[in-house]
Nanobody, 118 residues
Framework: QVQLVESGGGLVQAGDSLRLSCAAS????????LGWFRQAPGKEREFVAA????????YYGDFVKGRFTISRDNAKDTVYLQMHSLVPEDTAVYYC???????????WGQGTQVTVSS
């Protein structure tokens, strides 16, 4: 059974940094894209970042503007999202996801809350 377990969320102040982790298990992810999405209260879920398991190139949502970096550690089956210069608008539940492409995610984690205070 595929499991994606996020961690690293929390309450931070504007301008702070935070690193989210997503531990993947239950299958081989070598042909999968791993990604991060977020959903704020009253808003639709939006794409944050994605990376192929066998690539180092990250893809990002337009709002990221160089503040976030996605990376992965294949030995640990873990994907990270390093976030810098956080603003209150980044407040959301952040979800880890896996799929064949970043547009067709099949597996989702339970989410981790990120709250940025002003």
């Amino acid at each position: 059974q595929v499991q994606l377990v996020e961690s690293g969320g929390g309450l931070v102040q504007a301008g702070d940094s935070l690193r989210l982790s997503c531990a993947a298990s239950g299958r081989t992810f070598s042909s999968y894209v791993l990604g991060w999405f977020r959903q704020a209260p009253g808003k639709e879920r939006e794409f944050v970042a994605a990376i192929a398991w066998t690539d180092i190139t990250g893809y990002y949502g337009d709002f990221v503007k160089g503040r976030f970096t996605i990376s992965r550690d294949n030995a640990k089956d873990t994907v990270y999202l390093q976030m810098h210069s956080l603003v209150p608008e980044d407040t959301a539940v952040y979800y880890c996801a896996a799929g064949r492409t970043r547009f067709t995610m099949q597996y989702w984690g339970q989410g981790t809350q990120v709250t940025v205070s002003s």
